[in-house]
């Protein structure tokens, strides 16, 4: 127990820390002062000294191709279950794109060229100036060949829209004429080939 003589103050337990209250005081003062001048330059700077967040890549997909080399067009006609596998694929691609952080350009407004233009395999690359006016990036063209209704393959190019350079491109077999096999076929590409691994440069989302 330590005595303390008579009208001897005990010490004052506030500078146990080591700081007096005036300074603890003047630093929060200054750490307040300091933020508002951040906030008051940042909310006062002119637009183009602050960067902004880069834009996600622009991609126009067109809508896959039926190419049928099995002669079963021919004979009965087109069958309308592989016209809504063209489009349920091709809406799933778009969706997976989507979701990897791409931009993707809605078509409609140049659905009338799209549909002179078709089939785009056979237009010599006439998309591309379409690709550009919906002001896409990059462009994904695809096609589906049949060869009977047992063996197909489904295929892709990415190519950049202001040149017409092929930045990636791939093909797979699927068996079996039915919708779970074609979007079997789809996934497989954009996981193992279309995204895996990640585009770099003009591609890259």
Not at 53 to 78: H, K, M, N, Y
Not at 127 to 149: P, Y
Request: overall charge positive; some cysteine.
């Amino acid at each position: 127990m330590i005595a303390y003589q008579s009208g001897a103050k005990p010490p004052d337990n506030t500078f146990a820390a080591g700081r007096r209250p005036e300074m603890i005081t003047r630093h929060r003062r200054a750490a307040a002062l300091a933020a508002r001048a951040a906030l008051a330059l940042l909310l006062l700077a002119p637009a183009g000294l602050i960067p902004a967040a880069q834009a996600a890549t622009r991609v126009a997909v067109f809508d896959f191709e039926l190419l049928d080399t099995s002669t079963e067009a021919d004979i009965r006609g087109p069958k309308p279950e592989e016209a809504k596998r063209l489009a349920l694929i091709s809406q799933d691609l778009r969706q997976r794109l989507a979701q990897a952080g791409y931009t993707v350009v809605d078509l409609a407004p140049q659905a009338a060229r799209l549909d002179k233009a078709s089939p785009l395999r056979n237009c010599n690359g006439c998309e591309l100036a379409i690709a550009r006016d919906l002001g896409a990036d990059i462009e994904v063209i695809g096609l589906v060949q049949k060869v009977s209704n047992l063996i197909l393959n489904i295929n892709f190019q990415v190519r950049d829209v202001s040149d017409g350079r092929v930045l990636r491109a791939a093909s797979a077999d699927i068996r079996n004429n039915t919708d779970e096999a074609w979007l079997r076929g789809i996934s497989y590409l954009v996981r193992n080939r279309l995204l895996d691994p990640p585009m770099t440069g003009k591609g890259a989302p």
